[in-house]
């Protein structure tokens, strides 16, 4: 069974014969031959024979004695790679299978590592022998004797589209020059000195061009195990890179050059350097130039297809096989190099695949690469003991040990030449990186394809030996035998054995023995920390669990014997002791004793200790931003390009010394620059000036004058009437352009004389009639030029006429359109005679004015002022569209700072340090939301439209996790879940071409957006006839630092600052009282002098101040003009009072909402909630509520309750005397609290009363709720249904049913002890 394409149908095809008469077309991987013709392409000096084959040669040659049968022997051979289909299948499937335990073997062995790939190589070299000593296993190798195009064509477009799909984009780039200085003229260098070692050392008669192809073959390296080693010891990226970058790249250009110089030893190419480096440049650069093409086509088409994962993966694959098959079959190009950079396009715009779909497809082309590693190195074993081992001779044991040893000496003699530029390109290059990368070049499976090409070619394989005549040592000829396809065979696979098993094996104690695999010491900080979390973590589960009444005889000595965690770095750490983190610490960070008073003291870390953990602090913190950037982009919070910008910027940041993400770079993308910003603001500036301000008396003070201005100039009809009329004209100049040739030169001036001098009858030809047509049309037009501006003059008034510029560009057309009068009217004089007598006008003259009959076309002109408003459209989409994304790209950096904020206490221990980077991200935060209120100031639409936007995927991605859980709890079946999905996908779709400008919504209908009104009508009108609508200045005070409150600030637009100036007393107030700060800043913290933040439209001001009657914490003042509504003191509490009553009554409402934006602080703070996003906190914490505790002391819970958070005072745990200050969040091992409130005054003379927001379960009630929050269940349930209840069977069964009902979805369960508070 073999594999030859067709030649007319350029297909492959696996299982056509390998004794096919026909000629082979292989494409440039594919040497062209006839077997009839071979001593044709030999030269002169030289002679063939062709020797009988072994059992297991492929190639066949017509003077071969199995050859005399014909068409009976490749009969019977095709029947026979019939046979082999099953038993390649079984041995597929074998393979696979000897992977998976393979890698399970590997994972075991703790004590000694051995490379997959090396081990898949040993047992595929062991069976090979096997195989090679019983031909019937050979059954089941016949895929390691098949045509290597199989194996290339198959497995490397998978190897490489994987490796280029899943390497670092950005890193790929900076490291490219680096990449292909050792991937292209590297690898020309160590195949020639490979060439001059085979040539002047082997005793194998071989010529330099033999030599070179030989070192084409050994070139191309497949380092698969130096990778995947570097990535588990966690070494440098820049290294794995340029290591992996470079494999991927010389297996391109080492099969050009191998291509190449096939052509020339079998003589079917010019030996001449011009069509070589023509050839080796349409390979070569045509190969990326086609990927790169291919790659933006398949990324536009992804695109187009949301959430199909089949899809996707399908197009996926139909990518890296289409862009491979038709470079290298097609357009003869590179293949290889074609589907690097398809890969590399792809994953540099991978935000065209669908978010869902991305983890799928990553896992599904790991799978097909690890799938084509494992038969690959199975049958790169079997090929070197079943083939190889078969030719080889005792005499190749030699010639085998000097070319492993000059194959390590010649890469790295190539690496050392280059290591001066290298190490000054791209990221350096170390002397250490430099070792590694001379030990790790390991050769595979795409060299020893290629040697089995040469084993197989018909000219230079197996079974063709050359006579060569040579000068012996006498002085005279001597006649010597030269074998190239054998020999190639054997030192490639010895090459790649040899490589594999001493380099492959080596590369792990190397890297120790550099100190490339050592942890630093931030590195065990880190893991020290973590690994603390995760103990607390178990450490609270456990103590939680023990009081599941199912769970609590559990035997728990084993279960903390099996959840201790074990630090990985820390290789003694078997026991549940306390972590000591000073063992990670630096050796001069570490405490030591006082001598006088003995106490510890802390050592201060060296400047060089420092810069590392500075360094290390900073890459983490950038990696939880980019972390932050995806996983919004995951949930449809930010658009495509603001990822890529914000990710983009981020790893520039990274790979700079000391820096961060700019904000400077980021700025520029909601900045108004650019050419559409000017050409607007000059198409605006025109606009303008185009209508006349009635009112203020630009008109004529004559009536009559008037009238036409009224009545004809300013009307719509005159307006299409002039435009119709310039359409024509421009219509009949466009026919005349048609025959401007001919126009031309019957307006010559020579040409016109002739006419004149011919007999009349010629004069009034019908070519004198259209002439005279054509003058008395263009003539019509310019009196209805000048007619149009006579009537505007007369209706402006001379004055007014020249006040707007459409109308001097209409005078400056008429003039110009005379000089085209004149040419035509010259023109007619000469053509009728007219001036025949008196000869004024000469041909010469009116050839010399013949430009201005050009001057006809600047009526085009007239058609910009139609256009002005489309333009100005256009221009506004797009500066909306780049405004929509910079507001984005703000909105995302935000989040993000705001998510980093949860991890930065865990990334670094240096208090310093830490405080560096937490004045860095406020002072950055701010700096990015102060630019955003700004620009929602000055282009609200732009705000409106990316909040709306986001409000919108918020929802829909809620609703999508809710159809989940209903799916998962047994509530739908998979054809119901299909069709709300893709409900869903319809609405994320139409999102996706949502505009970028919405118009602002007027003043009164924010009223009905804050969150505290609710649905409540009557409550919105009572707002809008009460609210007052204030405008503000810039730096106008609101409010003041311990100002009593007067009302509340409802901001329609503009935006605040809100300034705490001593936030170290305020937090110290907070830990002894558990006060709620009357302030916007609700997690104030004590760490810096002045705590600022800034709020914009949306957002209301003096909430807490209004209920606590606390004095104001903070003041506020204005960052911009703001207008706002002011609500006073004595409206609100009207308000509170007329809506008082129910569970939902407005002081309730404005507490619940208080009380949720303290929770979300806190949870977000809690370990158990940390991988959540905000806005999924957020979403948890809408279903709270809070219960009554006026007066109260203790409060009890039970399993109903998801989680509490103590808002407001002090409570204790009576049974562990724990004490809780607000806010805090409070475990669920606790199920009963004290309340410690002092009745003493605070700020403003009250009482700090407990305030608790409770998170109820999916199951809980919604009657236990209302008898939380100190209502009557029964009496709500019965005003509830009495508007819907026909009778009073109707109502008892409405009560019954609603009683029963849960608070949220979930099934109803019988509650067995009611959550209760207690006097």
Same mark, same amino acid.
């Given at each position: 069974?073999?594999?030859?394409?067709?030649?007319?149908?350029?297909?492959?095809?696996?299982?056509?014969?390998?004794?096919?008469?026909?000629?082979?077309?292989?494409?440039?991987?594919?040497?062209?031959?006839?077997?009839?013709?071979?001593?044709?392409?030999?030269?002169?000096?030289?002679?063939?024979?062709?020797?009988?084959?072994?059992?297991?040669?492929?190639?066949?040659?017509?003077?071969?004695?199995?050859?005399?049968?014909?068409?009976?022997?490749?009969?019977?051979?095709?029947?026979?790679?019939?046979?082999?289909?099953?038993?390649?299948?079984?041995?597929?499937?074998?393979?696979?299978?000897?992977?998976?335990?393979?890698?399970?073997?590997?994972?075991?062995?703790?004590?000694?590592?051995?490379?997959?790939?090396?081990?898949?190589?040993?047992?595929?070299?062991?069976?090979?022998?096997?195989?090679?000593?019983?031909?019937?296993?050979?059954?089941?190798?016949?895929?390691?004797?098949?045509?290597?195009?199989?194996?290339?064509?198959?497995?490397?477009?998978?190897?490489?589209?994987?490796?280029?799909?899943?390497?670092?984009?950005?890193?790929?780039?900076?490291?490219?020059?680096?990449?292909?200085?050792?991937?292209?003229?590297?690898?020309?260098?160590?195949?020639?000195?490979?060439?001059?070692?085979?040539?002047?050392?082997?005793?194998?008669?071989?010529?330099?061009?033999?030599?070179?192809?030989?070192?084409?073959?050994?070139?191309?390296?497949?380092?698969?195990?130096?990778?995947?080693?570097?990535?588990?010891?966690?070494?440098?990226?820049?290294?794995?890179?340029?290591?992996?970058?470079?494999?991927?790249?010389?297996?391109?250009?080492?099969?050009?050059?191998?291509?190449?110089?096939?052509?020339?030893?079998?003589?079917?190419?010019?030996?001449?350097?011009?069509?070589?480096?023509?050839?080796?440049?349409?390979?070569?650069?045509?190969?990326?130039?086609?990927?790169?093409?291919?790659?933006?086509?398949?990324?536009?088409?992804?695109?187009?297809?949301?959430?199909?994962?089949?899809?996707?993966?399908?197009?996926?694959?139909?990518?890296?096989?289409?862009?491979?098959?038709?470079?290298?079959?097609?357009?003869?190009?590179?293949?290889?190099?074609?589907?690097?950079?398809?890969?590399?396009?792809?994953?540099?715009?991978?935000?065209?695949?669908?978010?869902?779909?991305?983890?799928?497809?990553?896992?599904?082309?790991?799978?097909?690469?690890?799938?084509?590693?494992?038969?690959?190195?199975?049958?790169?074993?079997?090929?070197?003991?079943?083939?190889?081992?078969?030719?080889?001779?005792?005499?190749?044991?030699?010639?085998?040990?000097?070319?492993?040893?000059?194959?390590?000496?010649?890469?790295?003699?190539?690496?050392?030449?280059?290591?001066?530029?290298?190490? =000054?390109?791209?990221?350096?290059?170390?002397?250490?990186?430099?070792?590694?990368?001379?030990?790790?070049?390991?050769?595979?499976?795409?060299?020893?394809?290629?040697?089995?090409?040469?084993?197989?070619?018909?000219?230079?394989?197996?079974?063709?030996?050359?006579?060569?005549?040579?000068?012996?040592?006498?002085?005279?000829?001597?006649?010597?035998?030269?074998?190239?396809?054998?020999?190639?065979?054997?030192?490639?696979?010895?090459?790649?054995?040899?490589?594999?098993?001493?380099?492959?094996?080596?590369?792990?104690?190397?890297?120790?023995?550099?100190?490339?695999?050592?942890?630093?010491?931030?590195?065990?900080?880190?893991?020290?920390?973590?690994?603390?979390?995760?103990?607390?973590?178990?450490?609270?589960?456990?103590?939680?669990?023990?009081?599941?009444?199912?769970?609590?005889?559990?035997?728990?000595?084993?279960?903390?014997?099996?959840?201790?965690?074990?630090?990985?770095?820390?290789?003694?750490?078997?026991?549940?002791?306390?972590?000591?983190?000073?063992?990670?610490?630096?050796?001069?960070?570490?405490?030591?004793?006082?001598?006088?008073?003995?106490?510890?003291?802390?050592?201060?870390?060296?400047?060089?200790?420092?810069?590392?953990?500075?360094?290390?602090?900073?890459?983490?913190?950038?990696?939880?931003?980019?972390?932050?950037?995806?996983?919004?982009?995951?949930?449809?919070?930010?658009?495509?390009?603001?990822?890529?910008?914000?990710?983009?910027?981020?790893?520039?940041?990274?790979?700079?010394?000391?820096?961060?993400?700019?904000?400077? $770079?980021?700025?520029?993308?909601?900045?108004?620059?650019?050419?559409?910003?000017?050409?607007?603001?000059?198409?605006?500036?025109?606009?303008?000036?185009?209508?006349?301000?009635?009112?203020?008396?630009?008109?004529?003070?004559?009536?009559?004058?008037?009238?036409?201005?009224?009545?004809?100039?300013?009307?719509?009809?005159?307006?299409?009437?002039?435009?119709?009329?310039?359409?024509?004209?421009?219509?009949?100049?466009?026919?005349?352009?048609?025959?401007?040739?001919?126009?031309?030169?019957?307006?010559?001036?020579?040409?016109?004389?002739?006419?004149?001098?011919?007999?009349?009858?010629?004069?009034?030809?019908?070519?004198?009639?259209?002439?005279?047509?054509?003058?008395?049309?263009?003539?019509?037009?310019?009196?209805?030029?000048?007619?149009?501006?006579?009537?505007?003059?007369?209706?402006?008034?001379?004055?007014?006429?020249?006040?707007?510029?459409?109308?001097?560009?209409?005078?400056?057309?008429?003039?110009?359109?005379?000089?085209?009068?004149?040419?035509?009217?010259?023109?007619?004089?000469?053509?009728?005679?007219?001036?025949?007598?008196?000869?004024?006008?000469?041909?010469?003259?009116?050839?010399?004015?013949?430009?201005?009959?050009?001057?006809?076309?600047?009526?085009?002109?007239?058609?910009?002022?139609?256009?002005?408003?489309?333009?100005?459209?256009?221009?506004?989409?797009?500066?909306?569209?780049?405004?929509?994304?910079?507001?984005?790209?703000?909105?995302?950096?935000?989040?993000?700072?705001?998510?980093?904020?949860?991890?930065?206490?865990?990334?670094?221990?240096?208090?310093?340090?830490?405080?560096?980077?937490?004045?860095?991200?406020?002072?950055?935060?701010?700096?990015?939301?102060?630019?955003?209120?700004?620009?929602? =100031?000055?282009?609200?639409?732009?705000?409106?439209?990316?909040?709306?936007?986001?409000?919108?995927?918020?929802?829909?991605?809620?609703?999508?996790?809710?159809?989940?859980?209903?799916?998962?709890?047994?509530?739908?079946?998979?054809?119901?879940?299909?069709?709300? $999905?893709?409900?869903?996908?319809?609405?994320?779709?139409?999102?996706?071409?949502?505009?970028?400008?919405?118009?602002?919504?007027?003043?009164?209908?924010?009223?009905?957006?804050?969150?505290?009104?609710?649905?409540?009508?009557?409550?919105?009108?009572?707002?809008?006839?009460?609210?007052?609508?204030?405008?503000?200045?810039?730096?106008?005070?609101?409010?003041?630092?311990?100002?009593?409150?007067?009302?509340?600030?409802?901001?329609?637009?503009?935006?605040?600052?809100?300034?705490?100036?001593?936030?170290?007393?305020?937090?110290?107030?907070?830990?002894?009282?558990?006060?709620?700060?009357?302030?916007?800043?609700?997690?104030?913290?004590?760490?810096?002098?002045?705590?600022?933040?800034?709020?914009?439209?949306?957002?209301?001001?003096?909430?807490?101040?209004?209920?606590?009657?606390?004095?104001?914490?903070?003041?506020?003042?204005?960052?911009?003009?703001?207008?706002?509504?002011?609500?006073?003191?004595?409206?609100?509490?009207?308000?509170?009072?007329?809506?008082?009553?129910?569970?939902?009554?407005?002081?309730?409402?404005?507490?619940?909402?208080?009380?949720?934006?303290?929770?979300?602080?806190?949870?977000?703070?809690?370990?158990?909630?940390?991988?959540?996003?905000?806005?999924?906190?957020?979403?948890?914490?809408?279903?709270?509520?809070?219960?009554?505790?006026?007066?109260?002391?203790?409060?009890?819970?039970?399993?109903?309750?998801?989680?509490?958070?103590?808002?407001?005072?002090?409570?204790?745990?009576?049974?562990? =005397?724990?004490?809780?200050?607000?806010?805090?969040?409070?475990?669920?091992?606790?199920?009963?609290?004290?309340?410690?409130?002092?009745?003493?005054?605070?700020?403003?003379?009250?009482?700090?009363?407990?305030?608790?927001?409770?998170?109820?379960?999916?199951?809980?009630?919604?009657?236990?709720?209302?008898?939380?929050?100190?209502?009557?269940?029964?009496?709500?349930?019965?005003?509830?249904?009495?508007?819907?209840?026909?009778?009073?069977?109707?109502?008892?069964?409405? =009560?019954?049913?609603?009683?029963?009902?849960?608070?949220?979805?979930?099934?109803?369960?019988?509650?067995?002890?009611?959550?209760?508070?207690?006097?």
């Amino acid at each position: 069974m073999s594999f030859y394409p067709n030649e007319s149908m350029l297909t492959s095809i696996i299982g056509s014969v390998l004794t096919s008469p026909l000629k082979e077309s292989y494409g440039p991987f594919y040497a062209f031959a006839e077997s009839s013709n071979i001593s044709a392409n030999v030269s002169e000096a030289d002679s063939v024979t062709v020797v009988p084959l072994g059992p297991t040669t492929t190639a066949h040659h017509s003077e071969h004695p199995a050859a005399q049968n014909g068409s009976s022997a490749e009969h019977a051979e095709h029947e026979e790679g019939e046979e082999h289909h099953p038993y390649v299948i079984l041995f597929l499937m074998v393979s696979f299978a000897t992977g998976v335990l393979v890698r399970g073997i590997i994972k075991k062995l703790t004590w000694f590592k051995l490379p997959y790939t090396v081990v898949l190589l040993m047992l595929g070299a062991l069976f090979g022998l096997v195989s090679a000593r019983i031909p019937a296993l050979q059954l089941y190798t016949a895929l390691g004797r098949e045509n290597p195009h199989v194996i290339l064509h198959t497995f490397l477009p998978v190897l490489i589209f994987e490796s280029a799909f899943a390497m670092e984009t950005h890193t790929f780039l900076r490291s490219s020059f680096s990449i292909l200085v050792l991937a292209i003229p590297g690898m020309c260098i160590a195949a020639a000195m490979t060439a001059v070692l085979a040539t002047f050392l082997f005793d194998y008669y071989w010529n330099f061009k033999e030599g070179l192809l030989f070192g084409a073959v050994t070139a191309a390296t497949d380092p698969v195990a130096v990778v995947s080693l570097l990535r588990e010891v966690g070494a440098s990226k820049p290294l794995s890179m340029l290591i992996e970058g470079e494999s991927l790249m010389n297996d391109g250009s080492a099969i050009v050059l191998f291509l190449i110089m096939l052509d020339i030893c079998k003589g079917t190419a010019e030996v001449a350097v011009g069509p070589i480096l023509a050839r080796f440049c349409q390979i070569a650069i045509g190969g990326p130039i086609f990927g790169i093409a291919c790659g933006h086509f398949f990324v536009f088409w992804l695109s187009r297809i949301f959430n199909d994962a089949v899809s996707e993966i399908t197009l996926t694959i139909v990518a890296a096989y289409f862009t491979f098959y038709v470079g290298e079959v097609l357009l003869e190009v590179s293949g290889v190099m074609a589907v690097v950079c398809l890969g590399v396009v792809i994953n540099s715009k991978k935000t065209s695949i669908s978010p869902e779909v991305e983890p799928s497809l990553h896992m599904f082309w790991e799978m097909l690469a690890y799938l084509a590693n494992t038969v690959i190195f199975i049958l790169v074993g079997i090929v070197i003991t079943e083939q190889a081992a078969v030719v080889f001779t005792n005499k190749d044991l030699l010639d085998i040990f000097v070319l492993y040893i000059g194959a390590n000496f010649i890469r790295g003699a190539m690496v050392m030449m280059f290591f001066p530029l290298l190490s =000054r390109i791209g990221y350096g290059l170390s002397w250490q990186s430099a070792l590694v990368i001379i030990w790790g070049g390991l050769r595979g499976a795409v060299g020893l394809s290629l040697a089995l090409i040469i084993y197989q070619d018909p000219l230079l394989g197996s079974g063709v030996t050359r006579n060569v005549t040579i000068i012996g040592p006498d002085g005279n000829d001597v006649v010597v035998h030269k074998v190239v396809g054998e020999k190639f065979l054997i030192h490639t696979a010895s090459l790649v054995f040899f490589t594999l098993f001493i380099n492959g094996t080596t590369t792990a104690p190397l890297l120790r023995i550099l100190g490339m695999s050592d942890i630093s010491a931030a590195a065990k900080m880190n893991m020290a920390h973590a690994i603390a979390q995760l103990r607390e973590t178990r450490n609270k589960t456990i103590s939680m669990l023990k009081m599941d009444r199912f769970l609590a005889d559990a035997n728990w000595d084993m279960v903390e014997k099996y959840t201790f965690i074990i630090n990985p770095y820390h290789k003694k750490d078997t026991d549940d002791k306390k972590l000591m983190i000073d063992e990670f610490l630096y050796p001069s960070m570490r405490y030591s004793n006082c001598p006088e008073c003995n106490s510890r003291v802390f050592n201060e870390p060296t400047p060089k200790e420092h810069f590392e953990m500075a360094n290390d602090a900073r890459v983490r913190y950038l990696k939880t931003e980019k972390i932050s950037y995806w996983r919004q982009f995951e949930h449809g919070m930010i658009s495509a390009e603001a990822v890529r910008t914000l990710v983009g910027s981020t790893e520039v940041a990274a790979d700079m010394e000391g820096a961060f993400l700019s904000i400077d $770079e980021l700025r520029k993308s909601w900045e108004v620059r650019g050419a559409f910003a000017w050409m607007r603001q000059r198409l605006e500036t025109v606009a303008r000036s185009t209508e006349l301000d009635e009112e203020e008396g630009d008109l004529p003070q004559a009536s009559w004058r008037q009238a036409i201005y009224r009545k004809v100039v300013n009307t719509t009809w005159f307006e299409v009437l002039v435009y119709t009329v310039i359409l024509l004209n421009m219509v009949l100049m466009i026919l005349e352009l048609t025959m401007f040739d001919k126009m031309a030169k019957e307006d010559d001036p020579e040409h016109q004389a002739r006419i004149h001098s011919m007999e009349p009858d010629h004069k009034n030809s019908s070519h004198r009639k259209l002439e005279l047509l054509r003058f008395s049309v263009n003539i019509f037009f310019f009196l209805f030029y000048v007619a149009e501006a006579v009537l505007k003059i007369i209706g402006l008034g001379f004055c007014n006429y020249w006040s707007t510029h459409w109308n001097k560009l209409d005078f400056a057309v008429v003039l110009l359109s005379m000089g085209d009068i004149t040419f035509e009217v010259c023109s007619l004089i000469i053509r009728e005679g007219i001036d025949e007598k008196f000869k004024i006008i000469s041909p010469a003259i009116l050839r010399n004015i013949r430009f201005l009959r050009l001057f006809r076309f600047t009526r085009v002109l007239r058609l910009i002022k139609p256009m002005v408003p489309r333009i100005l459209d256009f221009l506004n989409r797009q500066i909306n569209q780049r405004l929509s994304l910079g507001y984005d790209i703000g909105k995302g950096y935000v989040v993000g700072e705001e998510e980093v904020a949860k991890y930065i206490n865990h990334m670094v221990d240096h208090k310093q340090i830490l405080e560096s980077l937490k004045r860095l991200s406020d002072e950055s935060r701010l700096m990015v939301i102060r630019d955003l209120g700004m620009l929602q =100031r000055e282009h609200p639409g732009i705000a409106i439209a990316v909040k709306t936007r986001q409000a919108v995927r918020s929802v829909l991605n809620n609703v999508r996790e809710t159809i989940t859980e209903l799916k998962e709890g047994g509530l739908l079946d998979e054809a119901e879940y299909s069709r709300l $999905e893709h409900i869903i996908d319809d609405r994320v779709k139409l999102l996706m071409v949502a505009p970028p400008y919405l118009p602002p919504l007027p003043p009164t209908e924010l009223l009905k957006n804050i969150h505290w009104v609710g649905k409540n009508q009557l409550l919105v009108d009572h707002l809008e006839s009460h609210a007052q609508l204030v405008n503000l200045d810039f730096g106008d005070k609101v409010k003041d630092y311990g100002d009593a409150p007067n009302g509340i600030y409802i901001i329609v637009s503009g935006m605040l600052r809100v300034e705490c100036r001593e936030p170290a007393k305020l937090h110290e107030e907070i830990l002894k009282t558990g006060v709620l700060p009357n302030s916007e800043i609700l997690a104030p913290s004590y760490e810096v002098s002045v705590l600022r933040d800034y709020v914009g439209a949306g957002n209301v001001i003096g909430e807490v101040g209004v209920l606590t009657g606390r004095h104001r914490d903070a003041s506020v003042e204005c960052e911009t003009a703001v207008q706002a509504y002011y609500i006073s003191n004595e409206v609100m509490a009207e308000m509170r009072s007329k809506f008082g009553e129910g569970p939902e009554n407005l002081e309730y409402m404005m507490w619940r909402s208080i009380a949720m934006r303290v929770a979300i602080n806190v949870l977000m703070d809690q370990s158990q909630y940390q991988s959540w996003t905000q806005q999924r906190i957020k979403i948890y914490v809408e279903k709270c509520f809070l219960p009554k505790l006026d007066y109260k002391k203790t409060f009890t819970a039970v399993d109903y309750l998801e989680d509490v958070i103590l808002v407001q005072g002090k409570a204790m745990n009576p049974h562990t =005397r724990e004490v809780f200050t607000a806010p805090t969040y409070v475990p669920r091992t606790v199920h009963q609290l004290a309340f410690l409130t002092e009745r003493r005054s605070s700020t403003s003379g009250s009482a700090v009363l407990p305030r608790l927001l409770v998170i109820p379960g999916a199951d809980m009630p919604q009657t236990d709720i209302w008898e939380m929050m100190g209502y009557d269940a029964d009496a709500i349930a019965t005003k509830t249904v009495s508007s819907v209840a026909s009778c009073n069977i109707h109502t008892k069964s409405s =009560r019954g049913l609603l009683a029963s009902r849960p608070s949220l979805s979930g099934a109803n369960r019988a509650s067995p002890s009611m959550p209760r508070v207690d006097e």
